[in-house]
């Protein structure tokens, strides 16, 4: 079973501030992994698949990059619509990583 | 434009049955792999399996291995979660999602599930 390791656990940061998610596996993933952003009480949604690729419709600030096992999340540039909390997922597995809540500072 | 449109909130006894719905729209139903996803109160996303409308084939995590059971209707494009005895630790929204190259990528709205003495 892939375990999936998201760190922080919480990062607090001001609108306009850049933010930086980690998230680890247990095995080497080449770049098959997808980012997810549940916004409070709403469903979560795609932002990034296969590492790097944007879904359709998430704003350029949202980058992913990473391969093997250590995978990263950035937010350029914080919007208020952005603090959520982010899961990372292996592609062709059930895991979910536990969680990065960006919070506002 | 896909859509995953699940069936409303529930409110229900331990030890009652239960059977929520997941109706796909903007798609053909039949190609993509369906999951099911459970958010327990203040917590994390658990995928509990999948299900292909195709041919129902069906796997299960094995937390949820024998604690529910996933189906699906291709003539409505409709999948469905059940409960055959319901326990309050099954209390949280429960997602259907779209499966596409092997993410999930298409989210239904969620359904609340309330289980209470």
């Known amino acids: 079973e892939i375990v999936m390791t998201q760190s922080p656990a919480t990062l607090s940061l001001s609108p306009g501030e850049r933010a930086t998610l980690s998230c680890r596996a247990s095995q080497s993933l080449k770049n098959f992994v997808a980012w997810h952003q549940q916004r409070p009480g709403q469903t979560p949604r795609l932002l990034i698949y296969d590492a790097s690729k944007r879904a359709t419709g998430i704003p350029a600030r949202f980058s992913g990059s990473g391969s093997g096992t250590d995978f990263t999340l950035t937010i350029s540039s914080l919007e208020p619509e952005d603090f959520a909390v982010y899961y990372c997922q292996p592609r062709s597995n059930w895991t979910f990583g536990q969680g990065t809540k960006v919070e506002i500072k | 434009e896909v859509q995953l449109v699940q069936s409303g909130a529930e409110v229900k006894k331990p030890g009652e049955s239960l059977k929520i719905s997941c109706k796909g729209s903007g798609y053909r139903f039949d190609i993509y792999w369906i999951g099911w996803v459970r958010q327990m109160p203040g917590k994390g996303l658990e995928t509990m399996g999948t299900i292909y409308p195709g041919d129902s084939d069906t796997r299960y995590s094995s937390s949820f291995q024998g604690q529910v059971a996933m189906s699906v209707d291709t003539s409505s494009s409709t999948a469905y979660l059940q409960w055959s005895s319901l326990k309050a630790s099954d209390t949280g929204i429960y997602y259907c999602?779209?499966?596409?190259?092997?993410?999930?990528?298409?989210w239904g709205q969620g359904t609340l599930v309330t289980v209470s003495s």
């Open positions: 999602v779209r499966f596409y190259a092997d993410y999930p990528v298409d």
